[in-house]
């Protein structure tokens, strides 16, 4: 009898002391630090990487495991772009989810790299919805609208999400530049969600440019520029045509872009009485005495009654008189 009491006391004393240590196990894993071990080369497949994609992670509670390995760490804006983590940067973003120091712990190399494995189909869908529509808006060729992501693309709450076709919404019209553009994801014609993108819509324009520094006054000729095509976030197209014949309102730097603001067009019934180069008869009066040169060069062209640049080929000095007649310019004083 004596020895069935003993062992039955034996066998509570077991389990109570296995339940204490159990306990004393439990509290311990409560208080322990999440440990996060950062590890290299890792590569996702989403354009943005948290944690979890880049380490380790064990210790703390399964709760703040879950909560520290969903944090966001980098931005991977395309296909096989990789970035530089470091362990500072990853002790930064704990501390600003509102963490404490004693909540984790980082180990591991001081930096690591992450990778992006693989585009997003989603990329290529957005990107190419939205040129299609910029092209069909403005009627332009396809190959003079070009569409870049310039952030990553992320769906939240609709990961499930299988778009059998992928449309932009522009309520607002289209414009060029940086854009934030709201794009609809529909399901067998179903609009089932919308996400925002930021992209940048370049457009090919037509531009014009001087070949040298021109003054304002100048009758521009097609020697003075040249004509070429770009890829431009603004603007509009000028045509060589709009230009040539046309006066400037300004000074144009060789190089400059001459917009169709920059040109006055001539009046073809106010035809110019002078042209830029052509050889002109400067008259200069002082008092009663008359003097002219008959070889003076115009360096601008005109009407009768502008005012012009002109050089006296003798001196090379410039000279500014008014138009008086054909090929005739009177100096002002």
Do not use: W
């Amino acid at each position: 009898m004596n020895r069935c009491i003993i062992a039955i006391a034996m066998t509570l004393l077991v389990t109570r002391h296995s339940a204490a240590q159990d306990l004393s196990d439990r509290v311990a894993d409560t208080r322990s630090p999440v440990v996060v071990v950062l590890l290299d080369g890792t590569e996702v497949n989403t354009g943005l990487a948290t944690l979890r994609d880049v380490a380790h992670i064990t210790g703390g509670t399964a709760q703040l495991r879950d909560e520290i390995g969903r944090l966001d760490i980098v931005e991977l804006a395309s296909s096989s772009h990789s970035a530089s983590v470091t362990a500072s940067q990853v002790k930064m973003r704990v501390l600003l989810a509102g963490y404490d120091h004693n909540d984790f712990q980082i180990r591991g190399p001081s930096r690591v790299s992450v990778r992006r494995s693989q585009p997003l189909a989603l990329d290529s869908q957005v990107v190419s919805s939205i040129h299609d529509a910029y092209v069909r808006a403005l009627s332009v060729d396809p190959d003079d609208i070009l569409v870049t992501l310039t952030q990553p693309i992320t769906v939240r709450g609709s990961s499930s999400i299988v778009p059998t076709r992928v449309e932009p919404i522009l309520d607002q019209g289209v414009r060029l530049g940086n854009c934030r553009l709201r794009v609809g994801l529909y399901e067998d014609d179903h609009l089932a969600s919308a996400i925002m993108v930021s992209v940048l819509v370049q457009r090919r324009l037509s531009v014009v440019t001087a070949r040298k520094n021109l003054k304002r006054g100048d009758l521009v000729t097609e020697s003075d520029v040249d004509e070429s095509t770009t890829l431009a976030s603004s603007g509009t197209s000028v045509e060589l045509e709009s230009i040539v014949g046309a006066t400037l309102k300004r000074d144009i730097r060789a190089g400059q872009e001459i917009a169709s603001r920059d040109v006055a067009l001539v009046d073809a019934a106010s035809e110019y009485a002078v042209r830029p180069r052509d050889q002109v008869r400067i008259v200069a009066r002082v008092g009663k005495v008359t003097a002219t040169i008959s070889d003076g060069q115009a360096l601008q062209g005109g009407r009768v009654g502008d005012s012009i640049r002109v050089v006296n080929p003798s001196s090379k000095k410039q000279l500014i008189g008014r138009v008086t007649g054909p090929n005739e310019v009177t100096v002002l004083r």
